[in-house]
């Protein structure tokens, strides 16, 4: 069983930025495929960005350029770097992690933290 848990999260402005952390315990970190997703109240979860086990990423088009997905097998942990933040990117954001190689842009993922919120205001 894989633990999960998001952290960096808060109230930034428009044009700021910010890291997320998630720490995985309970599993071999190395072995699992990476994501992050997001959500807001009464909406969709939607993919955000992924990292693959071998590091191939792919990234929403709502986010590329702005947002870094990276992960550090040493230290168990997958990161955002969110950059020139908007307004639109507020939301409950959720790392989550599985073994399957494939659909890493949907929901099939088999563990998923609790979520870290951030605020962007204008």
């Known amino acids: 069983q894989v633990q999960l848990v998001e952290s960096g999260g808060g109230l930034v402005q428009a044009g700021d930025s910010l890291r997320l952390s998630c720490a995985a315990s309970?599993?071999?970190?190395?072995?699992?495929?990476m994501a992050w997703f997001r959500q807001a109240p009464g909406k969709e979860r939607e993919f955000v960005a992924y990292i693959m086990r071998i590091g191939i990423r792919s990234y929403a088009d709502s986010v590329k350029g702005r947002f870094t997905i990276s992960r550090d097998n040493a230290k168990n942990t997958v990161y955002l770097q969110m950059n020139s933040l908007k307004v639109e990117d507020t939301d409950v954001y959720y790392c989550?992690?599985?073994?399957?190689?494939?659909?890493?842009?949907?929901?099939?993922?088999?563990?998923w933290g609790q979520g870290t919120q951030v605020t962007v205001s204008s």
């Open positions: 309970g599993g071999t970190f190395s072995n699992y495929h």
């Open positions: 989550a992690a599985k073994t399957s190689n494939f659909d890493f842009r949907s929901f099939n993922y088999d563990y």
